[in-house]
């Protein structure tokens, strides 16, 4: 596995450290975690990389949107 494909499973956390509060911080971090441990069979990633992409997503859209820049 390269670098940019374990930067690729942890996008879920780093995107989720923009938002406001700890909650999605921390499900970022399980989903992040999930992701490189199933990465080693293929399409084992799939699954908890999504769910982390959509709960960083849905809480930056909540951060913008309440909170514009």
Same mark, same amino acid.
């Given at each position: =596995? +390269? #670098?940019?494909?374990?930067?690729?499973?942890? *996008?879920? @956390? @780093? @995107? %989720?450290?923009g938002? &406001?509060?700890?909650?999605? $911080? =921390?499900?970022? *971090?399980? +989903? %992040?975690? /999930?992701?490189? *441990?199933? %990465?080693? $069979?293929?399409?084992? #990633?799939? =699954?908890?990389? #999504?769910?982390? =992409? +959509?709960?960083?997503?849905?809480g930056?859209?909540? &951060? /913008? &949107? &309440?909170?514009?820049?």
């Amino acid at each position: =596995m +390269t #670098a940019a494909f374990y930067l690729l499973l942890c *996008l879920p @956390l @780093l @995107l %989720s450290l923009g938002v &406001r509060g700890g909650t999605p $911080k =921390m499900l970022g *971090l399980v +989903t %992040s975690g /999930f992701a490189i *441990l199933l %990465s080693v $069979k293929p399409y084992g #990633a799939v =699954m908890p990389w #999504a769910i982390g =992409m +959509t709960i960083a997503t849905v809480g930056l859209f909540e &951060r /913008f &949107r &309440r909170f514009p820049v």
